[in-house]
């Protein structure tokens, strides 16, 4: 982070927070197959790259963001179409905590910077 950088090293952060936000609604929405809900959820996080978090959070970031990729690369899948089916369901917990424990740190980092906006000056 660089020093009085006014958005503690989230590139965008309202518009990262939106995004993990409905990435996890939709994994808890229950509405459609696992596979379904990941591919929907994964698709909502596609406009962000690791560098848009603070360094300290980047990993786990990089772990989310690259799973797409990692399934083209495995499986051959094309552009259009990702295999989350073929994921064991161990990788399905752990693709689906990773969203969710993202989307906790993003809270809990931004929680000064969101306490500042709602609540200026502790009023």
């Not at 990089?62 to 499986?75: I, Q």
């Not at 369901?89 to 693709?95: G, I, Q, R, V, Y």
């Not at 809990?108 to 009023?123: G, L, Y």
Request: hydrophobic letters at 35%.
């Amino acid at each position: 982070m660089i020093p009085g950088d006014p958005n503690s090293g989230w590139s965008d952060p309202i518009g990262t927070f939106i995004s993990l936000q409905l990435a996890v609604r939709i994994l808890a929405s229950g509405e459609a197959p696992r596979k379904v809900r990941l591919d929907e959820a994964v698709s909502a996080l596609t406009s962000l790259i690791p560098q848009h978090f603070p360094k300290a959070i980047r990993k786990r970031a990089e772990r989310v963001l690259s799973v797409r990729e990692k399934l083209r690369r495995d499986h051959g899948s094309n552009l259009g179409s990702f295999p989350f089916d073929l994921l064991k369901p161990k990788e399905c917990t752990a693709l689906i905590q990773d969203i969710q424990s993202l989307y906790e740190t993003c809270i809990f980092d931004m929680t000064k910077e969101i306490k500042d906006i709602v609540r200026p000056n502790n009023e």
